[in-house]
């Protein structure tokens, strides 16, 4: 399952780094750029949480499948609606690749609480969202390659490797990923299975919302946040310091290396330290690092404020993804087995939901001619409110669940001694 995620991911990482630049010069606007990516969102916020409702105590294998096989499909559509400059196609692709994405996203941690041991979850969780950031250096650094050549001539047909051309080969490559989900082994659901419209009647009894509702609040506060800042890094790089798309994937090539290895430390950090640590500091330096990058806008005048902001973008991805899946962790634990696939679902939705907002804020904000430095204050601003809101739910988790208060002297906890749970 990690493997084809990875395939797939390929696609997500490659139209992050370069959909953007392409569509610029294709003529559009920042504004026009923002609202065809809330689509994109649009359509996930719909469909994740039925989706979540449906798979309850149902073999996953086959949403892998269908996830494989349209990730690619929709892309191409997608990518061939941007050349024929069609922008009611461009709409509806960006809708369709986003709702065949949120299948394995909704997917993906269910599939691992099933089937991952106990005590290797962490472990698991953290791989998993480490092949984005594998997707990323990979994507990146063959984005630069290919832009590097320039062209290729096949039967005697000059082919120039542009943003299309190369985003043509990460989609055939990425399409791979079906043969490989065709290897999963299904693991036994952990409750029965029922038809959707039961599940949907069940809703208010057999899930616990108070619960649900604690993980969400956070978790809300940092997608809207994210969805201000990270869908245009990009287009702030292009704006501010001139980066094109074969310096800005090169660059997206070297975080993703750096959030790749950080992401596969966090578990030992984790198992040492506790949530707190493994979240909290992480998040908070990546909130220092934010400012700082913001910051640099104002001294782009400066030949140093290029390399100052390659460095504090470069920090705080790392430092933001690697607790990720100490917080998907956590909220999973919190809220315990038969709420998990839930939970799931309604992460994604909320993700999709906030970022379908943030796009649109983004979108009047920039029509309003606030800098981009402002914006990335104000995801500053809600990213703090959401790591206090994280304190508060790690605090009330330790409370409730000692025993996974995880180190080999607890440093939230020292009386507690050696504790593993």
């Known amino acids: 399952m990690i493997s084809a995620a990875f395939l797939i991911h390929m696609i997500n990482a490659g139209f992050i780094l370069i959909l953007n630049i392409y569509l610029r010069k294709k003529g559009y606007a920042d504004e026009s750029i923002a609202q065809f990516n809330s689509f994109r969102f649009l359509g996930v916020l719909f469909f994740a949480f039925p989706l979540g409702i449906f798979i309850k105590g149902k073999a996953l294998?086959?949403?892998?499948?269908?996830?494989?096989?349209?990730?690619?499909?929709?892309?191409?559509?997608?990518?061939?609606?941007?050349?024929?400059?069609?922008?009611?196609?461009?709409?509806l692709g960006f809708i369709l690749w986003g709702v065949s994405f949120m299948i394995l996203n909704v997917c993906g941690l269910p599939y691992i609480m099933r089937s991952a041991p106990e005590e290797v979850v962490s472990e698991a969780i953290s791989l998993n969202f480490s092949t984005w950031s594998l997707a990323t250096i990979?994507?990146?650094?063959?984005?630069?390659?290919?832009?590097?050549?320039?062209?290729?001539?096949?039967?005697?047909?000059?082919?120039?490797?542009?943003?299309?051309?190369?985003?043509?080969?990460?989609?055939?490559?990425?399409?791979?990923?079906?043969?490989?989900?065709?290897?999963?082994?299904?693991?036994?659901p952990r409750s029965r299975s029922s038809s959707f419209f039961n599940n949907l009647r069940a809703l208010r009894s057999d899930y616990d919302w108070t619960l649900i509702g604690r993980v969400l609040v956070p978790n809300m506060l940092i997608a809207i946040g994210a969805g201000l800042t990270i869908p245009f890094v990009n287009l702030f790089f292009n704006s501010v310091f001139k980066v094109d798309s074969d310096t800005f994937s090169l660059i997206g090539a070297g975080t993703a290396m750096i959030v790749f290895l950080s992401t596969l430390f966090i578990p030992i950090i984790r198992r040492k330290f506790g949530f707190k640590v493994a979240i909290l500091i992480p998040q908070s330096l990546a909130i220092l690092f934010l400012v700082i990058l913001a910051t640099t806008q104002l001294a782009q005048a400066y030949s140093w404020a290029f390399y100052v902001a390659i460095a504090a973008f470069m920090l705080r991805q790392p430092f933001m993804n690697m607790a990720g899946p100490m917080t998907s962790e956590l909220g999973m634990k919190y809220v315990g087995p038969r709420n998990q696939e839930l939970i799931s679902a309604?992460?994604?939705?909320?993700?999709?939901?906030?970022?379908?907002?943030?796009a649109k804020i983004f979108q009047v904000l920039r029509q309003m001619d606030l800098e981009y430095y402002q914006i990335f204050f104000i995801t500053a601003v809600l990213y703090a409110v959401g790591v206090g809101f994280y304190h508060l739910l790690i605090n009330d988790f330790l409370r409730r669940s000692p025993e996974d208060n995880q180190g080999p002297v607890n440093l939230e906890n020292p009386l507690r001694g050696m504790n593993r749970g």
């Not at 349209?70 to 024929?84: D, E, M, R, T």
């Not at 309604?346 to 943030?358: D, E, G, L, N, V």
């Open 61 to 91: 294998k086959p949403f892998f499948l269908a996830s494989s096989l349209l990730v690619p499909l929709f892309s191409l559509f997608l990518l061939l609606s941007i050349q024929g400059g069609n922008e009611t196609r461009i709409t």
């Open 346 to 358: 309604i992460s994604s939705s909320i993700w999709s939901a906030s970022w379908f907002i943030s």
């Open 138 to 188: 990979v994507s990146g650094s063959l984005i630069n390659i290919l832009s590097r050549v320039n062209e290729i001539v096949i039967g005697g047909v000059i082919i120039p490797l542009d943003e299309f051309h190369i985003m043509l080969v990460i989609i055939s490559i990425s399409s791979l990923s079906f043969i490989l989900v065709l290897f999963i082994k299904e693991a036994k």
